[in-house]
C-alpha cells in the first residue's frame, strides 16, 4: 500500500502561481512515477504532470512552459509549481503513484483560481 498526502491549492488569482506538494509513504520502493492529474467539473480527469524516480519528466502541452514538475526522493515528495494561472486551471488536483504494487491516487486538493 502507498498513501499519499497532498498539500497546497486554495484560491489563487489569474496571473499567479501555485505550489503544490504530494508525499508518498509505505511501500514506495522500486521504479516508480509520480504525477499529478486535474479533473474540472464535467471533464475527464488528464494528466498534468509526472516525474519518474530518475527525473524523467512529462507535461501536457496545455501546462508546458509554465509548469515544473520536481521531486526529493529522499523525502518521496513531488511538487508541482504552476506560473501564469488561468481560470482553466481550476480543477481538483490529483497526486497519483504509478509503482511496482500498482496505481495509488490522493484525495485530490481543489484549486480555484480567479479572474
Known amino acids: 500500500q502507498v498513501q499519499l498526502v497532498e498539500s497546497g491549492g486554495g484560491l489563487v488569482q489569474a496571473g499567479g502561481s501555485l505550489r503544490l506538494s504530494c508525499a508518498a509513504s509505505?511501500?514506495?520502493?522500486?521504479?516508480?512515477?509520480i504525477g499529478w492529474y486535474r479533473q474540472a467539473p464535467g471533464k475527464q480527469r488528464e494528466l498534468v504532470a509526472s516525474?519518474?524516480?530518475?527525473?524523467?519528466?512529462l507535461y501536457s502541452e496545455s501546462v508546458k512552459g509554465r509548469t515544473t514538475i520536481s521531486r526529493d526522493n529522499a523525502k518521496n515528495t513531488v511538487y508541482l509549481e504552476m506560473g501564469s494561472v488561468k481560470p482553466d486551471d481550476t480543477a481538483v488536483y490529483y497526486c497519483?503513484?504509478?509503482?511496482?504494487?500498482?496505481?495509488?491516487w490522493g484525495q485530490g486538493t481543489q484549486v480555484t483560481v480567479s479572474s
Open positions: 497519483k503513484f504509478s509503482g511496482m504494487f500498482g496505481d495509488y
Open positions: 509505505g511501500s514506495t520502493v522500486g521504479p516508480n512515477v
Open positions: 516525474v519518474s524516480r530518475g527525473g524523467n519528466t
